[in-house]
C-alpha cells in the first residue's frame, strides 16, 4: 500500500496561537482593568465609607443609659428614685456554647433550673452583639461567687446598672406600678436603639403610663478594642480620639398623691382586701390611690424567679390585682343621692313627699318580697332622711316608680358604665345595664324585679371604687366633672415644674339648685346625729370638719326568700362589702372618697372610718397651716 505523509500546516497553527494568545491577553487586561477599577472604588470612591467601617470595627460604641426621672409626692418626697446595683450580663456573639454557659450559670446558682428556657429564649431573642441582662441584682455573696468562676465564663460579666428603688416598699404601689426586665413583647413596640444599655422599662401605673418622659435619652462613649472586643489603649502607632456623649437624664413627675393621705388610706384598710381613692374635687387630683393587698415593686425591679411569681399570681388575696381600677363591684346604697337627684330633677317625686316604709315591699301581682336590713328605719320618710338613714324601701319604691329607662338616662351623666379616663392604663369601665344589654348578653328581656334591686344599687349594676371616687367628687361640685389624674406635673432637668393643666369633662346639667342643696343635706344628714341619726354619725362624730357621705353594703351572694342572712355562718369571700362615700368639707369640697372594703359587712362600721382617717389625714394639715399662711401673708 502507498503511504500517506501529513504535512504540518506551520503558518496555519502560528495563526491559531496567534488568536488565542491575543484573547487571553484581553480577557486577563480585562480582569486587571476591572479589578483596578474596584481598587479605585474602594480606595478613593468610597474611601469615606469604608473608613468609618474600619473606625467601627476597632472603635467600639458603648451605651451609657440614661438615669430614669423620679417620681415625686405632690410635696415633693421621693417615691421611687435609682440606685447602684450589680448585675449579670451576656453578649451571645462572645459567647462559645450558649448552652454549655447557661447550664454552668444554673450549677454555681445564679440562675435558677426553672428559668433556663425562659433566659435562653429571651437572649436569642435580642441581637447577638447585644448585652442581655441574665439577672438583674446580684447579692453580694452572688457576686462573690461569679469573681470566683469568671475565667470560665467568656462572653459573660458584670456590669454595673442602675436599678429602681421604691423608698416606702408597697405603698401606693397600684398607682406608681413598677419597673421590670425588657421582655420579648416589649421588644415589638420599642426603638432597640433608644433602649440600648437598659434593661428596665416601665410595666404597669405611672411607671408605665409615662415611660417617654421617665426614660431619658441614652449617651455613648467609644471605647478602643482589638479583634477579640476587648478594649485596649492604642493599636500599635494608632491612638484615635475618642468621643462620648453624656445621656440625658428621664424628667421627674410630680403625682397629684399626698403621701400621708396615702399612707392614712394603706392603714386604714390594713391587712383587709380593698381599695380606697381619694380625689381633690375642684381639679380632679387624685390624692390617694390604695389597692390591698399590695405586692413590693422592688422585687420586679430586681427580678422574679417562677416561683416568686406564681406565688403572687397564684395567691388568693390577688396581690397583682389593681382593686381601685379594675375591681367591679355593685354600688350597693352609694347609688341613692345620684338616683335622687334623677327622680326629683324628672319630677317623679318631690323632695318632701312621704314614703311609707314598713320593711319589705313588693311588685304588684307579686309575692316576692323585697326586704330591707333589720335596722331599716320605719314610718313616712322623705327623701333626705331616706338618703341620710338609707332606706332600701324607699328607694325600692322609688325604683319602680321611675322604671329603668329613665333610671339609665339619668345616672349616665354621672359617669356610670364608663371609664373616668384616668392617665394610667388598666381602667374598666363597670356596667350600667340596659334592657337593650340583657337582651344582647343573655337572650332574656328585663324584668320589673331587675329595676327595683337598681334602686339600691343591686343586681347587674357594676361600679369600680375610682368611679365612685369621681362620682362622689361630681355630686361634691354640683356636677362638674374633673378627668381623675395622677400626674399633676413634669420637672426638667433644670428644676423648672411644668404644671399640667387641669381636664374638665361635660357636667351634670339640668339639675336645679333646689334639688342639689335636697341631696346633698341629706348626705350632710348622713355624718350627723340631730332629728334623727344618720347611718356614718358615730365615725364622724367630733370631726373638726362637716362632711357629706353615703353608705353602701353590697350583697354577695342571694339569700333565699325564708332564709336570714347570718354573716358568722358564711365563708368570708360570702359575707357583704362595705361602701361608703364622702366628701368633705360639705361647703367647700377639698377632698371626696370612696372607700370599699370586700366582705366586710356594713358601710357603716366598716368602711366610714377609714374614710374618716384619710379625709384627717389630709384635710386637718391644711387647717392646721392655715393659720400660718395667713400670718405670712399678712407680713
Known sequence: MESRVRIKDLWNEQRIFSQR????????????????????????????????LSQVNRVRFDPIPASRGLILDRSGKVLADNEPAYQLE?????????????????????????ELDDTRRMIMSRRSFDSVPVRLRLTDDEIGRFAVHRYEFPGVDLATRQTRHYPYGQLGVHALGYVSAISEQDLEHIDRATYAGTTLIGKLGVESAYEQQLHGKNGFRQILVNALGRSVLRQGAYAPELHSQAPVAGDDLVLSVDLPTQQAAEDGLGNRRGAVVAIDPTNGDVLALASKPGFDP???????????????????????????????????????PALGLVALTDHVIAADTKVLCNGVFNLPGSAHLFRADKDEPRGLLDLSEAIARSSDVYFYKLASTMGIDRIDAGLAPFGYGQATGI???????????????????????????????????????????????????MLAERGRNFRPRLVKGIRSLDGQVKLLPAIEDKPVTGIADADWTTVLDAMVGTTHCATY?????????????????????????????NAKYNAKALPETLRDHAWFIAFAPADAPKIAVAVLVENAGFGSSNAAPIARKVMDAYLLRQQAAAPDDATAAGQ
Not at 341619726?533 to 353594703?553: H, S
Request: proline residues 5%.
Open 21 to 52: 494568545t491575543l484573547g487571553a491577553m484581553v480577557v486577563i487586561a480585562a480582569l486587571v482593568l476591572t479589578l483596578i477599577g474596584r481598587l479605585i472604588y474602594l480606595q478613593v470612591i468610597r474611601y469615606d465609607y469604608y473608613v468609618e
Open 90 to 114: 451576656l453578649i451571645r456573639e462572645q459567647v462559645p456554647d450558649l448552652k454549655r454557659t447557661l447550664q454552668q450559670l444554673v450549677k454555681i446558682g445564679l440562675i435558677a433550673p426553672d
Open 298 to 336: 422592688a422585687a420586679f425591679a430586681r427580678g422574679l424567679s417562677r416561683s416568686e411569681y406564681a406565688a403572687l399570681s397564684d395567691d388568693v388575696d390577688k396581690p397583682l390585682f389593681n382593686r381601685a381600677l379594675r375591681g367591679t363591684y355593685p354600688s350597693g346604697s352609694t347609688i341613692k
Open 423 to 473: 392617665d394610667i392604663s388598666g381602667e374598666k369601665a363597670g356596667l350600667l345595664p340596659t334592657p337593650d344589654w340583657k337582651e344582647r348578653v343573655y337572650k332574656q328581656p328585663w324584668y320589673p324585679g331587675e329595676t327595683v334591686n337598681m334602686g339600691i344599687g343591686q343586681g347587674y349594676l357594676l361600679v369600680t371604687p375610682l368611679q365612685l371616687a369621681h362620682i362622689a367628687g
Open 533 to 561: 341619726c344618720g347611718t356614718a354619725w358615730m365615725a364622724f362624730k367630733g370631726a373638726a370638719y362637716e362632711a357629706a357621705g353615703k353608705t353602701g353594703t353590697v350583697q354577695v351572694y342571694t339569700v333565699a326568700q
